[in-house]
């Protein structure tokens, strides 16, 4: 089946079966390597992307249920230019990664946690906010700093 | 000669610098395993059993042959015949010479051992089809009873291997002085005896396991990329497998996410990509799926311990004698065996005991193998003697800090240097005042007093305090100590150093990093060594191609080991420019100064070069001393002469809410010493994420199962790793005691957050529960648990 999306601002079409999950799409049919798979239940964030502004797991999703979607994943984050977000910035600044691999669907789930909470988060509301994302490396504290210093209230 | 420019002062040791390694990895450009991919290549699925130990009696490859984009599926039978492998997998660790070691290849031939045993192999065109047609294998079982528990394997009634009489592997015993032993336990004024659980955990780096293995059939070369922490020695363990050259084969672990021991091994599934990309001349790759990696990846901890405790009428220890048995799992894999040997010298903890003895018995079961898991049998250990601690003081009638200070070695004042009962000599310690420091930090008379405010007021949520001081054995570590111990490897850390003719400098480092921030920390050595820039230097690391020598990354090794390799490098570089300086100033060496990247002479200091200079003269060797080899570039093999002995203390408070039997870890404080540190920031994000795998032991994981060898949670969904909202944001403190082992004075920080915080959340949640009477209690204390030992307690109602 023809599914076409615009990730990044980019507009792609490509032939899939219609089993293709979207993660798998966008990593081996876009070619979109930074959105990882860590789990098989739906379980672990690893996948986070944007679809239409919103936060979700990638691996949730068929390829086809994306059709006509406007998705972002961590390759759209950073300026054209190559300057980091600032959620990808605090978490250099904040050590909130260690191997990387969470990192990706930590800083996507992050940003639209931000997004939704204009009126800024407390450390609670940061820690329930990441429920849906694992990290095994960093036990989290400096994840939730990091976050912090971005979406945290006044 | 170049003009003199003010020296580049460089302070890069010690600073929290910001990694390197980051602007890659956030902007999802780090290439992992899976990330790879090569034309022609094929997916391989496997065939796993579902019963734990059966009797293969059949297998149907015919509908998976004939399924679309299926090129090939083979059995165990079948790939056994291609001769892929001269050699079952290796165990690396006979610990003792008549240990049982069955067969262990990477399909099962005949009869299976454990759920998840590879039983026959599909390679298909893509990673759906290959799945597809995995699943249209059909294997016949006969099946045969499963030996699902330590318990069970040691009954014996069942065993693991049809062709065993019994589950037992091995005896090992460290009883240093026997008659000592028995005239400690003959009539203490104190007894303590104590048995613990370490129950199985599975390892889940966030990134699975996964190998894609290139052939290039020209050469009859193989590039294996594989998720490992030990690129060298898989290189070493293939070729000892399969036959295939060390020279042909080159393996690369590119981006890896996170191993924690899980990827330290030699697995079926790289020797099966690895021989059947060579034998087909055809790419070959696989990546483990979560589900699958509960069986494809060996887990970790299964041991039963008991330990023992004499003290006299103060407390003060005069002996500990501990048994435990082991659960290897249905084979031996790399270091499997010797994974409870490494926590055997730590059962007296940070503690002067005059007298010592342990014992472990290594049992087969047919479940997945354990091996390695961070810490690696030093959890378990300072586990039981810091649990063990905490049921003293309270038969003595003192505190937890208390009973520790009365024992800690040299009184908890400051040595060096000294010998331990079980045979070690700690590198240096100072446990007083890092005790001091983690109680002041945590408020713990503050915590007391609301501790015993909730009591006297019977409110329903209890506190509880919990503390450990721990020490481990780090820096894996001198070749004749691991030789001694019936290893089957050194322990060296090899570096290589050049500065570059424009004054760049390469470092090429045999360890690993999969997380640890190896670059940004070499980076800070060689500037500080070489006065130049961090940002002048690149690190080499990973690709057996580019850096041939090396072992690896585990057990907190890499700076204590491998960085102290490359600051040695660094000074014979600096050594080799200082003579070149000296020739061509028209000086003599002994009146060169090395400060900032520039060699000066004593006082004329206007008379100076910068090391940049240097190399660039090195480069074109027009003006060497005579009989010298132009280039700078040194290498230093490092094998260090003893271990590191990190310590730390941490104190932690939980909440127990008594009606629902729900545990909140409320604070936790942790004041490590890992001697000198080169970034701060580094090693606080390693303490961390050790921490928060303990409280994952102590409070939410187990890998459960049934009586017939049936994992019953292997998916994310019923294997509880903490999310960000099960833990909270954590205290962390120094204090700073040189190791006497090495010239930069550093410790391993890796593992130590691991090996301390299961024991000090247990300690908490058992002090909130001791006003009834609870002692101890299994891990993890889950609501479940928690509620019944308190109804249990309260009077059986549960
Ligand atoms: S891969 Fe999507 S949630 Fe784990
Ligand atoms: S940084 Fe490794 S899993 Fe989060």
Redesign the pocket.
Known sequence: MEVSVTVNGERRSADVEPRTLLVHFLRETLGLTGTNVGCDTSSCGACTIHVNGESAKSCTMFAVQADGAEITTIEGLASEDGELHPMQQAFMDCHG???????PG?VMAATSLVAENPGGLDEAGVREGLEGN?????GYHN?VKAVLSVGGAA | MTAVEDPITTTAIGTPMKRREDPKLLAGEGKYVDDIHVVGQLWMGMVRSPLAHARITSIDTSAAEAAEGVHSVLTGPQLQEMGLWLAPLPCAWPVTEDMVNPPHYPTAIDEVHHVGEIVAVVLADSRYGAADAAEQVIVDYEPLDAVASIAAARDGSATAHSEHETNKAFHWPLVPDPDALEAAFANPAHHVKANFVQQRLIPA???PRGVLAVPSPMGGDVTLYSATQVPHILKVMIAATTGIPESKIRVVAPAV??GFGAKLNINPDEILAVTLANRLGRAVRWTESRSEAAFSTHQGRGQLQTIELAADADGKLQGVRVHIDADMGAYMMLITPGVPLLGSFLYTGVYDVPAFGFTCDGYFTNLTPTDAYRGAGRPEASYAIERAMDILAAQVGIGPDEIRRRNYLAGGEYFENLEVPSTLVFDSGHYGPNLDRALELADYDGLRAEQARRRAAGESKQLGIGMVTYVEICGLAPSRALGGLSYGAGGWEHATVRLLPTGKAEVVSGSTPH?QGHETTWSQIVADKLGIPPEDVTVLHSDTAISPLGLDTYGSRSLAVGGVAIAAACDKVVEKAKQIAAHQMEASADDLEFAGGMFSVSGSPDQAMPIQAIAFGAFTAHNLPDGMEPNLQEQVTFDPTNFVFPFGTHVCAVEIDEDTGAVELLSYVAVDDCGNQINPMIVEGQVHGGIVQGVAQALFEEACYDEDGNLTNPSMMDYLVPSAADVPSMVTDYTVTPSTSNPLGVKGAGEAGTISSAAAVMNAVVDALSPYGVVDMDMPATPQRVWRTINEAKGGQA
């Open positions: 990664l260690q191997c990387g691999y969470c990192t930590m694992l990290c095994r490396c960093t994840i | 780096a966030m990134e996410g996170g997380g």
